[in-house]
């Protein structure tokens, strides 16, 4: 068994880093956080790693847009290295902010191949506010990161989380199924009695992937539900097993994303 090395990148305002390298080793990996300055000297190298994951947070402050500076930084100090990383057999997962990231950077959903034109956009969610609650989802597409999950709840925490782009785009997407999350109505919605959608995404998108499926961006947050105790409802929940004399789970749902992730290189 390969057990697959993750960089976890971090750098001003990424506030999700721990909790990313947590997940991933907690599903079988080895994480390191690196500073994306110590790419950018060579301190450290992509290469030697497996799994790219982009965390949430406020990367240097949303000051010119959510994820835009950080793509930037990226785009004039880092593209070659991280085109051949995507170009090779390798995984790469944004999460939220990251999310943010790879849309500004044209690493999703990089339709025909383009990793340097971006289709999409991230914009204000249609509140104007921010938005921080669990929502239900439906896995769908082709992805190695999302193989066997079906619909499972996990919490989101963003101010521009809308997933915007042409009819053009967004019929493409569809057509080459690279939607890999959509908001649906379910259980947690029912529960805390929220509208599905939380942000007014085009077609009800939560995440995208590339065609390849190894590219993979979503704005709720898997990471943050990796625990049974982490469920909004767990305490209803465990009630309920209890009443059906079924066994108490100790996993939450988004431990799969990562565990799918570590299982693609074994």
């Known amino acids: 068994m390969v057990t697959p090395k993750v960089l976890a990148l971090t750098g001003y305002g990424i506030n999700c880093d721990e909790e990313t390298k947590f997940a991933f080793e907690k599903a079988g990996a080895r994480a390191d956080i690196v500073h994306i300055n110590d790419l950018i000297d060579g301190h450290k190298r992509l290469s030697d790693y497996q799994i790219l994951a982009f ?26 290295e991280v085109q051949r990383f995507v170009d090779d057999d390798h995984l790469a997962i944004g999460i939220c902010n ?8 044209g690493l999703l959903p990089a339709l025909d191949g383009n990793y340097r034109e971006r289709r999409v956009a991230l914009v204000h969610n249609d509140s104007a506010r921010y938005i921080d609650r669990w929502v239900d989802l439906q896995f769908e597409g082709k992805s190695p990161w999302t193989e066997g999950i079906g619909r499972i709840s996990l919490p989101i925490a963003h101010g521009e989380g809308k997933l915007f782009a042409d009819d053009g785009t967004l019929a ?33 998108i939560a995440g995208i ?6 590219i993979v961006g979503m704005m709720p947050h898997p990471e943050r539900a990796i625990d049974f105790t982490h469920l909004p409802h767990w305490t209803l929940l465990r009630e309920q097993y209890k009443r059906e004399g079924r066994e108490l789970p100790s996993d939450g749902p988004g431990l799969k994303i990562f565990e799918n992730a570590v299982k693609y290189f074994e």
């Open 55 to 80: 965390p949430g947070g406020f990367s240097y402050g949303d000051d010119t847009g959510s994820g835009n500076a950080l793509a930037n930084k990226i785009r004039n100090h880092l593209w070659d």
């Open 98 to 105: 990251g999310f943010q990231v790879m849309v500004n950077l």
């Open 209 to 214: 992937t590339n065609e390849s499926g190894k």
């Open 172 to 204: 493409y997407l569809r057509e080459k199924g690279l939607v890999v999350a959509r908001y649906v109505a379910g259980e947690i919605c029912d529960y805390q009695n929220l509208p599905a959608n939380p942000n007014g995404s085009l077609d009800n």
